[in-house]
């Protein structure tokens, strides 16, 4: 059973850069042919598709939020690293990490449990 889990601050300052690390148990995210992704929900709104690092290191970032998005990963601890930079109240969501099998958001299968990240002053 793989599982995984958000962490990070769950209140930053506008401007500031908002981090997050999702740590997988149960499973490599090297393992072949897994995306590992990054996903928020902001209040009324519906699921926004942040980015992924896939298996190989490489990534993938939403046009919306390429320029200020960063996801990298620590193979020796297993976790996956959200950076989005120059954040506004606009971005406050609740963040998710989850596993996809194809680089495709309806290819999801284990999701973490969400952070709420609040951006204010």
């Known amino acids: 059973q793989v599982q995984l889990q958000e962490s990070g601050p769950g209140l930053v300052k506008p401007s500031q850069t908002l981090s997050l690390t999702c740590t997988v148990s149960?499973?490599?995210?090297?393992?072949?042919?897994?995306?590992w992704t990054w996903i928020r929900q902001s209040p009324g709104k519906g699921l926004d598709w942040i980015g992924y690092?896939?298996?190989?290191?490489?990534?993938y970032y939403s046009p919306s939020l390429k320029s200020r998005t960063s996801i990298s990963r620590d193979t020796s601890k297993n976790q996956f690293t959200l950076q989005l930079s120059s954040v506004t109240p606009e971005d406050t969501a609740v963040y998710y990490c989850?596993?996809?099998?194809?680089?495709?958001?309806?290819?999801?299968?284990?999701w973490g449990q969400g952070t709420q990240v609040t951006v204010s002053s």
């Open positions: 989850a596993r996809l099998w194809g680089p495709d958001l309806e290819r999801n299968d284990y």
């Open positions: 149960g499973g490599s995210i090297t393992t072949t042919d897994y995306y």
């Open positions: 690092i896939t298996y190989s290191g490489s990534t």
